[in-house]
């Protein structure tokens, strides 16, 4: 499925660009994606890594996939197509927020099993979710279809209700999220106008403070962490081949944990739990930005930034109002941060996300809340 939704993707872009359709924003994203393809091909090339020519295509497409999805369904957006959706699958989504809500409280009662693990006797809720954060990350993007643009935010009750859901999982990447969004919308509420710069940097900032246990415990107090393998890893041939990488689908990806890179048996993690390569090898795609450093180098990593500045520009120069700006701006960066401990990212409910980031980021519709935010640098 992520192979399709990215091919569909650049389907849609493609035909926009020749039909000469592409807006600006999207022929901006897709130069840059054009050559961090480029980059990371060449990088393959350079490092002479052994991967066929369909492992290295399909994990440009997946690790593209998130930018290649919101330039795709920004291109297609209208004004009115948030409002759109918003009347179709309002009620739905709000009846599955009340359903998850009863499940979350009958989880605490051990009435279902509906957690990975448990903390001092609580235990954490992922739903029929795989793992507690791609839930976190599903209620989020859910919210930001049905959020009020016409009052403040702590006034709706389904805000809690998605604040309760999010907390509920009990992971750092989840607390976050929805750590950024609060402080990031009570200060915009105090302000009739602008949100500067440093205040966004100085949130994410204390935003970190949330996810600073499990990053200790990823890359210093644990005895064994793949990630910290993983990104150790990452940096090694970021300076081996630098200031290219490795190529597409010989770490830290998807492909290069489905088909066994040689990079893997040279580092030695075929001995590793979790990234052997036999059995389980779910902990060798479990770091996002280890991937992009090892695959792509110090090039793809520019490539990256530029991207995400590029996307994040969007919803600044967009005419949103107070919740809808708020949302954007602390959804993307936290999207972005909380890769340094996992790939959500490029994850199915990241793509989700993204899909409703494009679409908010389209919609200009007034509202009766008092000032459109815009983040200015001074």
């Keep these: 499925m992520d192979e399709v939704a990215g091919i569909i993707s650049l389907v849609i872009i493609f035909i926009a660009l020749v039909t000469a359709k592409l807006n600006s924003t999207s022929v901006v994203i897709f130069f840059l994606l054009f050559l961090l393809i480029l980059e990371g091909i060449l990088s393959n090339f350079i490092s002479g890594v052994e991967r066929t020519g369909s492992e290295i295509i399909i994990d440009a497409i997946i690790f593209a996939k998130p930018f290649l999805i919101f330039s795709a369904i920004y291109q297609l957006s209208e004004s009115n197509t948030l409002d759109k959706l918003r009347k179709l699958f309002s009620v739905t989504i709000k009846m599955f927020f009340l359903i998850a809500l009863l499940f979350c409280f009958l989880n605490q009662l051990k009435i279902v099993n509906m957690s990975q693990t448990t903390n001092n006797s609580i235990r954490d809720f992922q ?16 919210f930001g279809i049905i959020v009020d643009k016409k009052i403040s935010l702590f006034k709706q009750s389904y805000f809690w209700v998605c604040l309760i859901l999010v907390i509920s999982t009990l992971k750092s990447q ?55 393998v993983l990104m150790s890893g990452g940096i090694n041939l970021f300076k081996q081949y630098f200031p290219f990488g490795s190529g597409f689908a010989t770490f830290g990806s998807t492909m290069a944990s489905k088909n066994y890179s040689p990079i893997y048996l040279n580092f030695g ?24 450093i090892g695959e ?37 960066i936290s999207l972005i941060a909380i890769n340094l401990s996992s790939s959500f990212f490029s994850s199915s409910p990241g793509a989700l996300m993204m899909c409703v980031l494009a679409v908010i980021s389209k919609s200009n519709i007034e509202s009766e809340l008092t000032g459109t935010p815009k983040l200015i640098s001074n």
Excluded: W
């Design 174 to 228: 989840s607390l976050f999220f929805i750590t950024f969004f609060v402080f990031l919308s009570i200060l915009t509420n105090k302000r009739k106008s602008e949100i500067k710069i440093r205040t966004v940097v100085l949130i994410s900032f204390f935003s970190f403070f949330s996810v600073v246990p499990a990053v200790l415990n990823y890359f210093h107090t644990s005895v064994y962490s793949p990630r910290q």
């Design 296 to 332: 792509l180098g110090l090039i793809g990593i520019l490539i990256f930034g530029i991207l995400s500045i590029v996307v994040a520009r969007v919803f600044i120069v967009s005419k949103l109002n107070k919740n809808l700006s708020s949302y954007c701006i602390s959804m993307f």
């Design 127 to 142: 739903f029929f979710f795989d793992f507690p954060v791609s839930f976190s990350i599903f209620v989020l993007a859910l």
């Design 269 to 292: 993690y075929a001995s590793l739990y979790g990234m052997g390569l036999d059995g389980n090898k779910s902990f060798l795609s479990d770091n996002f930005f280890a991937e992009l």
